[in-house]
């Protein structure tokens, strides 16, 4: 499901570090070109993506959705939290982008040289957590179970699956 509060959020933090009102439309409609992510990847390290197409075909726009990814990925967000482009083309799954701006916001605080605005909550310098034996096991098989949804990964093809064999 996707929540709003958090949508409004991301937009306003984005219009802060770029520090310009965003275009008016709603969330997806505002990302899904991806000129102002582009935009703001290159706010938060200069030169990240050195063309960004303002206008033009489908296929020219998706480029800067691609280029955004690949952008975000070296800075350091990690890859089973980032979006795949037809997420916010096709808003196949909005709340991903979502998720992976906020992920972007949080590893801000890992890049000294960053001085803009934050996003979501801090990140604790010391990371300790301590988590049962229990709630760690629970939490693996959730994560396994996603990485493989977000890959495609299906047994098409496999051939031995579900398939009598023709003789």
Not at 98 to 119: A, F, M, N, V
């Amino acid at each position: 499901p996707r929540n709003k509060e958090q949508e409004a959020e991301v937009l306003q933090w984005i219009s802060d570090v770029l520090g310009e009102k965003l275009p008016p439309g709603q969330y997806e409609d505002v990302l899904k070109d991806g000129v102002v992510l582009c935009k703001l990847i290159n706010k938060m390290a200069p030169g990240s993506v050195k063309k960004i197409q303002e206008r033009g075909t489908n296929f020219q726009l998706m480029e800067n959705i691609q280029r955004f990814q690949a952008a975000i990925k070296k800075y350091g967000v990690p890859e089973e939290e980032i979006f795949q482009t037809a997420d916010l083309f096709e808003r196949r799954n909005i709340p991903q982008v979502t998720l992976c701006l906020y992920s972007l916001g949080r590893i801000t605080q890992k890049h000294p040289e960053y001085d803009g605005p934050t996003l979501g909550p801090k990140m604790a310098d010391k990371n300790e957590r301590n988590f049962s034996e229990e709630q760690l096991r629970a939490h693996h098989g959730e994560l396994n179970l996603q990485m493989g949804y977000n890959k495609g990964a299906s047994q098409a093809g496999c051939g031995s699956f579900g398939n009598s064999r023709h003789m």
